[in-house]
């Protein structure tokens, strides 16, 4: 079977011409338009942190809250310590009857015992009080390295709180500082039209 045979595609070339350049001038209206939302927004953050310091505070008063709590746990542990010298003799359990010991390296119990019987042992208990001095017996004063250790840090931290108070009264609330007639937004039109050198 015969047929006809395809005729091959045509080129046209287009007539040469001058190069065209197109450049798009943003007018100065949108910059403006641009400015003005800015300013909106940095209006309504600092809105929001005015509303953020009504609420909690600014950062140097929530740093004061935060030592006084640290002060606080600080004079509640001092004041928990014991106060007076620390007595460290043996003391005895308390009991409603007293255990005896045994040659059998058990204890016994007297029969019939009752709350009350039998006396101290000595060398327990209260020291005696009295005698040509009045000193008897009482133990010497020593020093309490954590009452110490708690009374200093106490103390440190009721400077520290004390300096957050006066820093947090002197500092005032800061703010987003707003842009206004920013540069970009006083550029005239013509400034973007192309201009001819040579």
Known sequence: MGGRKETP??????????????????PQK???DIAESTLRTEKEIN???GQ???EVGTPEEIGARKKGVEMQAAASYLASLPKGPA????????R???VKSNRRATFDTVP???SGFGSTRPGTGRPPTGGASGQIGIMPVQTDPAKEAAKKRFDESKKAYEAALEKAKKTPRSFMAETKDPAYAQNPDSMFIPQIVN
């Open 47 to 49: 809105r929001l942190m």
């Open 9 to 26: 595609p045509t080129i046209i070339m287009p007539a040469e011409g001058s190069p065209q350049a197109f450049q798009t001038i943003v």
């Open 96 to 98: 409603a009857f007293p």
């Open 87 to 94: 007595d460290e003799r043996f003391k005895e359990t308390p």
């Open 52 to 54: 953020r310091y009504d």
């Open 112 to 114: 019939g015992s009752m």
């Open 30 to 32: 949108s910059y403006k």
